[in-house]
């Protein structure tokens, strides 16, 4: 079933698979530009960090897609700096962090950021803004430490429950075909720089099921999937809709969940349209003050 799904990731992102290759090409042009930050020790091994704003009130954490350096919020970050801490970072392999063994599993990955935070002295609460995979990595984080998340801003998250949802909507006959063709490997979400074991991921995601009664802001592609961007064409709109809907799905893990579609924005909301991310982001950060305050 693992290969299943495997196969499924390609059939069902391939539109974002085609605009993570025009992330990929504005990352190599950068590649040799030196990037702001500080490394940090996170065992035996350095991430990447890099922190700028006031200091004071919550933190944001600033969590990149599969694949993506911290790059991707270049058009982000800046601007939530002028009211707020905020920190970027290279997840292990990417940018300028150091490589770490591979596969790994998406618990790996938290107790990366847990540890780059910790010795970092990065202060909280925290803020997380996750894109793709890095909103299932903001809600895992969350799952193992509560009581350092006090907001979250979702951008174009992944939902742990789509493969298998879009699983019904692949012709039989197409199935078949991919299950021929599929191999051991093919369990491994693989890019140049990072790989996942995602045979891990769902099983974890679904046992912690994040719930939360936390500001919550769910930013969501607009523009539908393109068909010619599908092997069955006839498919883009069925899992555009599977999209929306798992993306309603997220907003209700809070009581305090809204979202807000992009409607001029493919899946990389924060370069197609970064003040809808940073006014989501100022928004979660006021409302986290608001209830700090009303504590005091």
Known sequence: ??????????????????????????????????????MVDVGGRRLRLHCSGPVGGPTVVLEAGFGNPSSTWGRVQ????????????????????DPAPTPRTVVALA???????????VPGPYVLVGH???????????????????????????????????LALIPPDVLKQMLKTAKPEDMVIRHPDESIDHCSLRAVMNALNWRADIPLVVLTQGLPYRPEDYTNPSLAPKYYQLHLEMQKELVGRSPRGRQVVAEKSG??????????VVGAVRQVVEEVKSVGRARK
């Open 132 to 166: 793709s995979l890095g909103g299932i990595l903001a809600r895992l984080y969350a799952s193992f430490y509560p009581s350092e998340v006090a907001g979250m801003v979702l951008v174009d998250s992944a939902h742990e429950d789509e493969m298998d949802r879009g």
């Open 267 to 276: 899946h990389f909301i924060q370069q197609d349209q970064p003040e809808l």
């Open 78 to 97: 800046p601007e939530v700096a002028k009211f707020a801490r905020v920190c970027s970072y290279d997840r292990a392999g990417l940018g300028g962090s």
């Open 1 to 38: 079933m693992c290969v299943v799904r495997r196969m499924l990731t390609l059939a069902l992102f391939a539109a974002v698979s085609i605009e993570c290759g025009a992330a990929q090409n504005a990352r190599d042009v950068t590649t040799n530009t030196p990037q702001p930050g500080v």
């Open 111 to 121: 107790e990366d950021l847990r540890a780059l935070l910790t010795n970092a002295k």
